[in-house]
């Protein structure tokens, strides 16, 4: 009887590669823990509890944005091959894996996302089907709205932030009435996210002739813009607590821990070794943790109702 072990590295070999590029496709590092953020704040703000439906919610929110990442990493892939670094991170301009297994990775992953959103009712499914049809219609090249300006942050702030957490929010429904605009905070921060990426890359979108908000507006207007959009999500925030529909002790975790998190690209800023907009992509990560973690006292608080805060 011949061993087992050779034939089995030899397959480990052969799907090694295709496997890991399937994870690279994926993107999950990009995403995940501001999917979940906005997702715990939809839930929140919905009424919502840890039970099995956040769990099912923040499952269909996290592949419905992977799927977002994963089809326009396969549409993009001949783009990417024009710069080192885009060609050297997307798996099918890297040849991990081919044009044709990149796709029927979207297309299972799309069909694990309806059928999440669908346990979920009526309201999620629709808000799910939305989400995934308009990160389907951001990067298929026929219509391609991530090149149409001001289309492009539109779509990118609903099917990549607002509709999670409209998808959260209706996963429950039982908040005040009209938390549910708390989206537009999320929307605010999901058009500053938009910007800052297509300002990063926009030498390199010149060059694949995409044309988008931000090649439109020029670098100055752009940071002009982001700036903007940060104070209005701030403005939102602010209502929010004035009207109690998120407490106002809740303001103490983040105050504590965003400097604790952010302190070293803090220090430089205060040493004049740089400015906000130079330090702003590595102090994306630290503000999220800075959310999440306030996210999850919130929700820890409200399950001892007899412990008064404030």
């Known amino acids: 009887?011949?061993?087992?072990?050779?034939?089995?590295?030899?397959?480990?070999?052969?799907?090694?590669?295709?496997?890991?590029?399937?994870?690279?496709?994926?993107?999950?590092?990009?995403?995940?823990?501001?999917?979940?953020?906005?997702?715990?704040?939809?839930?929140?703000?919905?009424?919502?509890?840890?039970?099995?439906?956040?769990?099912?919610?923040?499952?269909?929110?996290?592949?419905?944005?992977?799927?977002?990442?994963?089809?326009?990493?396969?549409?993009?892939?001949?783009?990417?091959?024009?710069?080192?670094?885009?060609?050297?991170?997307?798996?099918?301009?890297?040849?991990?894996?081919?044009?044709?297994?990149?796709?029927?990775?979207?297309?299972?992953?799309?069909g694990l996302v309806l059928g999440l959103y669908a346990l979920l009712g009526g309201m999620a499914l629709l808000l799910g089907a939305l989400c995934l049809a308009l990160a389907f219609l951001y990067s298929w090249r026929v219509a391609r709205l991530k090149a149409v300006p001001v289309a492009d942050l539109l779509t990118h702030s609903l099917s990549l932030a607002g509709l999670q957490f409209l998808c959260a929010y209706f996963a429950f429904d039982q908040g005040k009435p009209y938390s549910w605009l708390f989206f537009v905070f999320v929307v605010l921060i999901s058009v500053y996210g938009e910007l800052n990426n297509e300002l990063r890359d926009i030498e390199v979108d010149r060059k694949a002739g995409i044309r988008h908000t931000a090649d439109l507006l020029g670098v100055r207007r752009t940071k002009m813009v982001m700036v903007g959009s940060l104070i209005a999500a701030l403005a939102v925030l602010a209502l929010f607590l004035a009207l109690e529909m998120i407490p106002l002790w809740l303001l103490i975790v983040p105050l504590i821990v965003a400097p604790m998190l952010l302190a070293e690209h803090l220090w430089r800023l205060v040493r004049g070794q740089g400015n906000v907009m130079d330090e702003r992509e590595a102090m994306h990560d630290p503000a999220m943790l800075a959310g999440l973690l306030t996210c999850v006292v919130w929700f820890v608080a409200d399950t001892m109702p007899n412990v008064r805060f404030f």
């Not at 496709?25 to 703000?45: H, I, N, S």
């Not at 994963?70 to 991990?96: H, Q």
Request: aromatic share 8%.
């Open 1 to 110: 009887m011949k061993p087992i072990t050779p034939n089995l590295r030899v397959w480990h070999r052969w799907l090694r590669r295709p496997i890991k590029g399937l994870m690279q496709l994926t993107r999950y590092k990009e995403y995940v823990l501001f999917v979940t953020v906005t997702t715990l704040l939809g839930a929140k703000l919905g009424g919502g509890t840890f039970d099995i439906r956040l769990l099912i919610v923040l499952l269909a929110n996290i592949l419905v944005v992977g799927f977002a990442f994963m089809y326009n990493d396969v549409e993009d892939a001949a783009d990417d091959a024009l710069d080192a670094r885009k060609a050297k991170r997307n798996p099918i301009s890297a040849g991990m894996i081919s044009p044709r297994i990149g796709k029927a990775a979207c297309v299972v992953v799309s």
